[in-house]
């Protein structure tokens, strides 16, 4: 056939098959490939070239489609990730690499990296970590922390294609693939844009140019008329309350502003139509006028109220009181104090935000990448004037959301158009409208006392936390309450007063983001505790195994735990390596000048689930009449595994193998709330409502075949097959939806705190201590890391493997923040400007897990996501003050300011 295409169209090669299509020659490749071609396994992440999701070979080469005119590939060959494993051997046995690894966590950038490493194995190159670090160092990933991903690369050479990616058993402990991991991997998986009806209407948002600024509209009527335009939202059209937000009495946050704008990318409008009349429309017809603004908390008690309810713009306060910290303080041998800050912080997650609604009769159905999808259905339900039951949220797969998919984003802009056009609508973020607009990490200003007696014995800490909530509330509350419970760290202190406070600035809202302020925090009290170590002359782990809280220590709460607290575990289980890393560092450092040699340490500590509430979880599953078991399991999984886990969990408690298990995935009209996936939650909470249904599904079973508990069971078309003692009993089943069934929830046991934060906030902790080597240049101020060691307690491993890739993605951004990360409102809106760890910044990475077993998680599991990232930037931290002599209280620790603390150290 031959590829000479017609004017105004395209003819290539896709994937084996010759196709031409309408677009024009200086269109981007990835957009015709996605749009014209149907290639939605092509991802769109930044359409700068930055993330490399996008990649594609043409001729064998890789390129970023995003970045390549349609025109380059008239005649050529074009592969994509799914066209690769289904007919390319290699790719094929790749993509089992990447499973037997778990390569892929949420798999958005899954489709570059599996491109650009199919290159490499093409080109006959050895395969050393260099070399696949070089040949996949185009492609940013946020999940993994690229060492499973170097791994699979590695891993591929002698394997066969198929038949390599099972463990051993399936239940509870064992490392299987993730269930929804061969999607990821073949390049079938959809993420939010992908699933975006062919005939929907495009939204497009207008957004404030200013940090404040009030505003009028021309003659929107008009506009719409002269521009083809289906319809032009405002403020004026919300049919419910013009206001959201994710903690109640704290929704303070319209759809469309009203009159004055908070916030520089703060919505006012929307624009629906064809791609053709966006494309064409002039400036939208809004005039702006700047206002004064305040965008750090210094002068936001002088400045203009955000919210008139709340006086000198704090938002909120939280506070933790046990015995005297004065008196604590006063009685110490040594005292140490610090100031320390932290900026704002960008998820960076590869996929922007993404949504597509239609109406259906008189309900909504809403299409999108999200971590809470009843939280979604419930918040856009009032900004519609809905009940809630007429609102159905429908996830897609979610390619990376730490937090900030939480919140509403997306959706209600699509929703809302849908809802008063009759027809399908969808919108995706560009990459700066994500950056600009999403909730980020919270800006922290710390200052912190901590003393000790002479033998090390810590007596008290004083804390107070200043936290930049932004424009509106979002989650800043949770972080305001959850700050002061976790300050002092896994440790023993007597006597602790630790006090927060969030307050509104004219910045993008700070929200959820893995760890919720915890990691602010232990940047301070990790370093000090370094500088304590220094003051008694103690050697700086030996230091903090001397002080771990132990079963039966009372935390800063009052709180009293008799089995689970693991933190000692985990600082036994590095010692060794940190015997070794030390003396590694002084034979370096002997024979070097200009680079010097560091080891830092650090623990950390996490509360499982919502702070002292309410936070339940429901799991149900059924048997049809056919035989067929399935798990609805809607508890939303971004990347982390709770569709593996939970399904572990749940085939354990049923007895059965987790092939027997079909996955119904979060749907509000047929998944029940598993609530958010958040707080290190799912795995505890969500998991012990599967395990509670699996149980109470099989005693189900079992009574009605009379047998006993040790029966084993097998499912069979329209049976189930019991075997007990030799004895075979059947079960017929009959009926109309499911046979047997059973619902089961969950909350975790947990009590309020009264007025000094005494109580019992969480019912599990998760602990974690981390050891970092790294390499200063004296002269550069560059900081090159060799290695971590990882200890962390996770009760027990569900999932050994699922435990090892959260550890190595929470380093990862340990590094950023630690390193490199920070949002700055209108300078670091794309992904060149904004620095995140690529390939080569991530050092080896060593996990140790520790089982202590906990009385109230399903066999024994705690959370991990959060804990997994508290203790890498203070360890790094400290690392660099080994190394350097020089310590950084504001963060980033980039070259330059490394450099001049070593300037001023030496002046």
């Known amino acids: 056939m031959s590829l000479d295409a017609p004017a105004g169209d395209i003819g290539f090669v896709l994937n084996g098959d010759a196709l031409t299509v309408p677009a024009s020659p200086t269109a981007r490749l990835s957009d015709v490939l996605r749009e014209a071609a149907g290639a939605r396994d092509v991802k769109v992440g930044c359409n700068a070239g930055d993330c490399g999701a996008c990649t594609v070979l043409i001729d064998g080469a890789p390129v970023c489609a995003c970045l390549t005119a349609a025109g380059q590939a008239q005649g050529r060959e074009v592969e994509t990730q799914a066209g690769l494993v289904a ?5 094929e046995r790749l993509a ?25 194995l093409r080109s006959g190159a050895a395969l050393t970590e260099d070399s696949v670090a070089d040949a996949l160092g185009g492609v940013l990933c946020r999940c993994t922390g690229y060492r499973k991903i170097i791994a ?5 050479a002698g394997k066969d294609a198929a038949g390599e990616d099972a463990g051993t058993g399936d239940g509870v402990g064992a490392p299987i693939p993730r269930l929804d991991g061969w999607a990821k991997v073949s390049g079938t998986e959809r993420f939010g844009d992908d699933v975006a009806p062919s005939e929907a209407l495009l939204c497009r948002v207008i957004r404030s140019p200013h940090h404040r600024a009030t505003f009028l509209f021309g003659d929107l009527e008009a506009f719409r008329a002269d521009n083809g335009l289906a319809l032009i939202l ?74 008139d309810t709340r006086a000198g713009n704090v938002m909120s306060r939280g506070r933790v009181a046990r015995g005297d910290a004065g008196a604590g303080l006063a009685r110490a041998a040594h005292v140490v104090s ?130 930049n909530t932004g424009a509106y509330a979002s989650w800043g509350p949770t972080v305001a309450t959850r700050v002061p419970i976790h300050a002092s760290g896994p440790y023993v202190v007597p006597d602790y007063e630790a006090k927060s406070a969030g307050i509104h600035t004219n910045t993008a809202p700070s929200g959820a983001f893995r760890g919720f302020g915890v990691p602010q925090s232990a940047v301070a009290q990790e370093q000090l505790f370094d500088m304590l170590a220094e ?29 689970g607290m693991g933190i000692d575990a985990c600082f036994d289980a590095l010692t060794p390596h940190w015997d070794a890393a030390l003396a590694g560092a002084a034979a370096f450092n002997a024979r070097s000048t200009t680079r010097k040699r560091g080891v830092g340490v650090a623990g950390g500590w996490y509360g499982c689930g919502n702070t002292a509430m309410a936070n339940p979880s429901t799991i149900r599953a059924g048997i049809t009449p056919g035989g067929v078991l399935k798990l609805h399991q809607g508890a939303v999984d971004i990347g982390q595994g709770s569709n593996t886990v939970i399904a572990q969990i749940f085939a354990q408690a049923l007895g059965v193998p987790v092939s027997a298990v079909e996955l119904v995935g979060a749907d509000t009209d047929v998944t029940p709330d598993a609530g958010k996936t958040s707080a290190s939650r799912q795995t505890f909470i969500s998991g012990n409502a599967a395990r509670l249904c699996g149980q109470a599904l099989r005693a189900k079973i079992l009574r009605l075949a009379n047998v006993g508990d040790g029966a084993t069971l097998t499912l069979g078309a329209g049976e189930i097959v019991l075997t007990d003692k030799g004895i075979e009993r059947r079960i017929p089943l009959s009926g109309e939806g499911y046979a047997i069934e059973a619902v089961e929830s969950y909350d975790p046991p947990t009590k309020p705190l009264d007025e000094n934060g005494q109580g019992s906030p969480y019912a599990i902790f998760g602990t974690a201590a981390q050891m970092c080597e790294v390499e200063v240049d004296m002269d ?21 493997l699922l435990v090892e890739g959260q550890i190595e993605g929470g380093i990862a951004q340990g590094i950023g923040l630690a390193l490199m990360e920070e949002f700055l409102p209108g300078r670091t809106e794309n992904l060149h400007d904004y620095l995140i760890p690529t390939i080569g910044d991530v050092p080896p990475i060593e996990s140790l897990i520790i089982e202590s077993g906990d009385p109230h998680g399903p066999y024994g599991a705690k959370g991990l996501g959060e804990h997994c990232l508290i203790p890498t930037a203070p360890a790094i931290l400290n690392a660099i003050a080994h190394a350097s002599g020089v310590r950084i209280h504001h963060l980033p620790a980039t070259p330059d300011r490394v450099r001049a603390a070593i300037l001023s150290r030496t002046e």
């Open 338 to 467: 610090g100031a320390f800050s932290t900026g704002f912080i960008e998820h960076a997650y590869i996929e922007p935000e993404a949504a597509s609604a239609r109406r259906v009769g008189d309900r909504i159905e809403v299409q999108c990448c999200t971590q809470a999808p009843y939280m979604n259905r419930d918040g856009l339900a009032g900004l519609l004037g809905l009940a809630p039951d007429r609102v159905r949220i429908l996830p897609t797969a979610t390619g990376g959301g730490f937090g900030s998919k939480l919140d509403l984003n997306a959706q209600p802009h699509v929703a809302l158009a849908a809802w008063l056009l009759g027809q399908p609508v969808r919108i995706a973020y560009s990459r700066t409208e994500s950056i600009a607009s999403s909730t980020k990490r919270h800006p922290s200003q710390i200052r912190m006392e901590i003393g000790a007696d002479a033998d090390g014995k810590l007596t008290a800490m004083r804390f107070d936390g200043v936290f």
């Open 535 to 563: 003051k008694l002359g103690m050697d700086r782990l030996d230091f903090r195994r001397r002080n771990v809280l132990r079963n039966g220590d009372a935390t800063v709460c009052g709180q009293v735990f008799d089995s």
């Open 96 to 120: 089992h690499a990447f499973q037997r690894h778990q390569a892929a966590q949420c798999g958005i950038c899954t489709p570059g990296m599996m491109v650009s490493a199919v290159a490499l």
């Open 152 to 156: 699979a690369v590695l891993d591929v």
């Open 234 to 307: 405002t403020a004026a059209d919300v049919p419910g309350r013009n206001c959201y937000g994710v903690i109640p009495g704290f929704e303070d946050q319209p759809l469309y502003a009203e009159a004055e704008t908070r916030f520089r990318g703060e919505p006012v409008a929307a624009v629906i139509g064809t791609a053709e009349a966006l494309d064409a429309m002039p400036a939208f017809p809004v005039d702006w006028v700047e206002m004064p603004s305040v965008l750090t908390p210094e002068g936001a008690d002088s400045a203009a109220l955000l919210h």
């Open 780 to 800: 550069l101020g560059t900081v090159k890391l060799l290695r971590f060691v990882a200890a962390h307690d996770v009760g027990k491993a569900i999932n050994p």
């Open 87 to 91: 007919r390319d051997a290699t790719a």
